[in-house]
């Protein structure tokens, strides 16, 4: 039986399609740069990859970008975790010699600022893997999730690549609008990390798929 096939090959022939309809020369050299970008090497491994036997499935799971913006800033929690650890490592050495120091004109128990300083390190370096806004993309679409007050109000959930139809940045609150088929709204921060990484995906997924992306018919 012939081979299905992939899905990088699809949406090359799909591309293929809507370049003998497109409306103009614009469109036509748009369409083609797109598709010169999914043929690229990196890209054709990535799809590789993705088609390995059904026992190496597990192995897809990896083949996904996750964009997210942090609780606090990465500069403080690491600045605050370095400087515990620090202080930390600095009192257990010195209480091996004497376990009673004086500090500004105060005498202090170094064993206690070790095991204070230890436990905000950990803090520290548990708050920089807190997440207040994520978002999972992998090869057929993404999911994204608040955890937190600051970005409650934000309208999130799945979609497939298929479904995307257009993007709008708003600058009054800094928040990406990524529209769907049937009206649904999905809405992305624009200060998660790697954010011009995430944009330029969308992009190119707008470009696709969307209703404005060049030769595409009315929908």
């Known amino acids: 039986m012939d081979k299905l096939p992939s899905e990088l090959e699809k949406i090359l022939s799909d591309i293929d399609r809507r370049l003998e309809a497109a409306p103009d020369e614009a469109a036509r050299e748009e369409l083609l740069r797109l598709r010169e970008r999914l ?15 059904r026992f190496k499935v597990g192995l897809r799971k990896n083949l996904a970008l996750e964009f997210h913006d942090p609780l606090l800033p990465a500069a403080v929690t690491a600045t605050f975790s370095v400087v515990s650890t620090a202080v930390c490592l600095f009192a257990i050495v010195t209480g091996f010699d004497s376990p009673i120091s004086r500090i500004g004109g105060t005498f202090v128990n170094l064993w206690i600022v070790a095991a ?6 950990v803090v520290f370096t548990a708050l920089s893997f807190a997440r207040s806004f994520s978002v999972h993309f992998d090869v ?38 990524v529209r769907a088929s ?38």
């Not at 204070?116 to 390190?121: D, H, K, P, Q, R």
Request: hydrophobic residues 40%; glycine residues 10%.
């Open 39 to 53: 043929s690229s090497p990196e890209l054709q491994e990535l799809v590789r990859a993705t088609e390995l036997p």
């Open 116 to 121: 204070f300083a230890g436990a905000l390190s």
């Open 140 to 177: 057929e679409g993404m999911v994204s999730r608040v955890n937190g007050a600051r970005w409650r109000g934000l309208s999130v959930g799945a979609m497939r690549w298929a479904e995307i139809r257009s993007l709008h940045e708003r600058e009054k609150d800094r928040v990406l609008e």
């Open 182 to 219: 049937g009206g649904a709204l999905f809405e992305i921060p624009m200060r998660v990390v790697n954010y011009p990484i995430l944009q330029q995906h969308l992009e190119n997924m707008v470009r696709l798929y969307g209703e404005y992306s060049p030769g595409a018919a009315p929908r």
